[in-house]
């Protein structure tokens, strides 16, 4: 690993992980009782996109990158947004805290973990122009996201469970905000 020592990639893993573990906190938050198995699927998720996306930003080189860069906050602006206001809408309209089949389902992890990991993929380009091999900071910064997802679910779950149904109001518009800041610190 020329350029980048052991310590620098842990960081870069921490600060890639702050995102993740926000949005499965708030996810957390929402959710009625989680089983262990629920819990691990968005770290899992979570954890392999931010595996992948290094890796597709570091083969990509200087080609895709590039191209999406322009725009890729606002890919994830509007992920948040659509399942922030999806949150906001069960919230106010259903009445409830929602069930972790709803909130973790197959389109919801997809959604997620891509605005979540999509700088993960300017990282790895970051890691291709300093000649550094991409396995080992993949890898770490997979693991790092893995155990802050984790975390978070269990630790937002807990709150959500000992405050109810307001959590998942405050939840919709947390991603919300998290969807703005992205937006709003490319923009300016």
Known sequence: MQGLDIYSIVLVAVGLAMDALSVATITGLGLKIVSLRQASKMPLTFGAFHVLMPMVGWFAGSTIVWLIADYDHWVAF???????????YEA?????????????????????????SI??????????LERVHILVPALIIGAVTFAFTFAGMVLGNRIGRLIGRGTLILGGLVLIAIGLKIVLTHIL
């Open 78 to 88: 509007l992920l948040l947004v659509f399942v922030g206001g999806k949150m906001l």
């Open 92 to 116: 106010l309209i259903a009445g409830e805290r929602g069930e972790p089949s709803a909130a973790l389902d197959n389109l919801n992890l997809l959604l997620f973990s891509v605005a979540v």
């Open 119 to 128: 700088d993960s993929m300017a990282v790895g380009l970051s890691l291709y």
